[in-house]
Each structure stands twice: as C-alpha cells, then as structure tokens.
C-alpha cells in the first residue's frame, strides 16, 4: 500500500493560507485510535464514524495520511451485519469498536471507496471486499426498505439521510432500529431520493468494478439494474413541473418541500444530465431559493418549511457537509466552475476566526458556533472542504488514473502533492501556472483551468473554470 503522502501549500492570499494551516492543524486532533485502527472521526462533538462522511471524508484526507483514509473505508466493511447492513456509524465504547445499526445516515460511501483501490494501489482483495460489501448492502435495501411494494426505497427516519431535525420528516423518530417501519407516523415510511440513490450509486459502482475484475456479463447486468433504479427515480420521485427530485410520504403523495437533495442525488450521480441541468438552472442558482448569499441552504429559502436555526438542524441553514458532497455533486454534471464560487463563498464565511463549525446563516454568512453540545469547533466536513476547494482550485486532486489540477485566477500559491515516489506540483502567478511532475514541466495552464492528465502528467483534457 502507498504510505507516504503529503500536501504543501504556500499562498500570497493571507486568509487561505491560515484557513489551510488551520484545517490541517486541526485535523490531526480528528486521529483517533478505535481498538489499534487510527481513523479521521467526523469532529465538532461527533466523536464517532459516520457512513454519511466518513469514508468521503477519509479518501480526502488520503492526500495527507493514507493509513487513516484506508482505516475509513475498511471499518464500515469489516462490520457489515450478516444481513448485509452496513452501520450508519461506529463508536468507541468502553474501548471496543462498537457498530451502530440505528440509522444509514447517509451512504457517501461507493464511489471514494473505489477511488480508494486506484489511491493505495490497486489491492484485488481491497476490491473484493468491496464488491462483497455493495452487492450485500443492495441486497439488504431491496429486501428490507420498500415495505409497501410500489418499487420505490423508503427512509424510516431523520437519521436514515442525515437531515437531523427536519421540519419535513414531522413526527418520525430520530434513528430506529427495527426491520419494518414504524407505525401510526405522519409521513413515514417516505419514498427517497436518497435512499434510491444509494441503490443506484451501489450498483453504478459494481458495474464498474465488475469491469475492473475483468467481469463483462456482471457490468453488463449491473448497469442493467443500476438503469432500474433510474427509471423509477424519474417516473416516481421526478417532479417535471418543478424541475427537482420530491419525496413521497407514507400515503404516496409528492412531498412539496422544495429541498437541497436533488444535489445530493447529482453526488450519487443517480439522474439524469437533463434532470441535473434543470435543477441547477431553476432552482440552485435561484437567489430566492438555493443561490443565497451563503449559497446551499438545505431547504429552499422560500419554502413554508424553510427554518434559520442556529443549532444542527437540516430544516434551513447551509451545511458544511453540503459543501463537502457539492464537489463531486457538481464534477459528475459539468459544473466544475461552480467549484471555485463556492470555495470562495467558504473561505470568507469561516474567516478569520478560524472557527470549523457545522452551520452557516444563508442571509449573513455567519458561522453558527453554538451546537447543542456548546461552542463548536473542528468539524471535519467544514475543515476537510476547506481542503479539498483549495486542492479542486490551485492543486492537484488524484482520482482514479488521472491527475486534475487546478488554476484558479487570482493569487499567487504554490501546491505540491507527494504521493509515494511521485511529486506533483503547481505553481500559480495568480494570471496562470506552470506544472510539474517529479520536478518536470509538463504543461502552462491559463488562468481559470482545470487540467486533466495521466499520472505522468501528459495533458487529456482541458475544461474552463470561468463563470
């Protein structure tokens, strides 16, 4: 397994450069021993793994420690229940690795994992057992979460998708723990986006490892499946009136709530190209909606449901965690120059206090730093984002066999990714950049670019970041 990576950053943007010494500063104290297992807990008071963040959030960290990132994908695994689930998170108690079963929270899961094969060297076993994992976990959902038979997936409480609080979940319980849904609820058991998406992303996944392993007729009949499950999400839960992915609740009537998670459903790349682009035009660059001046709101500014609560809460304000799937969210569509507003609208928003918090006002952008536990500070979504907007805009990001760079206009920084014997570096005059590989000039980027290369850095593609 590669061991031995690293990231310097160096910048003349006085505010970025303490943003990002106190991200990675901070994100040491995030390293947690769980029985002999060193792994990157979610932080803030969230002292445990969570399947919503956590192996997204470990194959971000693998740029810096990949011992962790690796540790974040192979616990939830190495604890997958006999009837295929996997846990919504894990915990340290009484100095046991504990595997809680009372939720999903949330399934950002797939697609790092796989990264995380091509990250730490492409190990068959590593990619067994997580072909193993997914065809298990899908299994699981299909025999357990449509519990009325219409073919549509079904979130049995707040924590199943992560929306803590939701004014639109009403009467439902937090987290639960039974195999049928509970009962005498206002909208539960409700048909989701989300927990589709979780199927789709699953078997998306499968198909492609299934053609990594040399399996044609098992991709063949995994795209197959993974098509299904698109189908139904836009026959079922596409709503072409309004342009956006709607729930449905127990008594099969659209959920009106105009919510954030058709861009959830966009990081688990589960709709269509046509379904993202209406989205993103109508609704998340909608000022009145989704384009506040802290843009991404959970729920729509403008809808009845909306809430500006200052303690966690998914009924309103701007989630860290958000921000931290918009990356992916938005590269699957073609909206790389999203990337860097939003980096941006981050950076300022945290500021100088250098306070990681989990929420963000959408009319003021101020940090919401009291949780329920007290003062918060060190949350990983909010840390690892400001991160990995730094990496997407003036670094260098690996994925899969490819190398993307970075050169967003506008300060002078340098960037430099070690990565076992490889040494990828980039260096912004603030009007372009020049990059390097293993101390080689390979390309001249314009300003506003994001380069694609091989590992060797021989340029495959160029896409244009300016707005």
Known sequence: MITNTSVRFETADALLQKLVDAAECKSLDNIKDFAGRKVLIEGGGYEKIWLETQPMGGEMYAKRNMEVALNNQLLFMEHIREDGRIPGSIAMIDGERVAQFNKFQGFCFPAPALNMYYLMGKDRDYLELLYSTLERFDAYLWKVRDSDGDGCLETWCKYDTGEDHAMRYGDAPDGWTQEVPPEGCEVVPIASIDIMSFSYNARETLAEISRILGKGDLEQSWQSKASQVADKIKSYLWSEERGACLDRDKHHRVMPTMIHNTLRAMYWHSISQEMADRFVREHLLNPEEFWTKMPLPSVAVNDPLFRNITTNNWSGQCEALTYQRAIRA??????????????????????????????????????????????????????????????????????????????????????????????????????????????????????????????????????????
């Open 330 to 467: 938005l590269e699957n569509y073609g909206y790389d120059h999203l990337i860097p507003y939003l980096g941006n609208k981050l950076f300022h928003a945290i500021g100088q206090d250098l306070v990681f918090v989990q929420q963000y006002d959408p009319f003021t952008m101020k940090p919401s730093t009291v949780c329920l536990e007290g003062e918060q500070d060190a949350y990983g979504p909010a840390m690892l984002s400001v991160m990995e907007y730094c990496a997407r805009m003036y670094g260098v990001h690996l994925e899969r066999d490819r190398v993307y760079w970075g050169s967003v206009a506008g300060t002078e920084c340098n960037y430099e990714q070690e990565w076992a014997d490889m040494r990828y570096r980039i260096v912004n005059s603030g009007k372009g950049a020049e990059a390097f590989v293993n101390g080689r000039k390979v390309f001249t980027a314009g300003p506003d670019e994001k380069i694609i290369t091989d590992l060797q850095g021989n340029v495959l593609r160029r896409i244009s970041l300016a707005r």
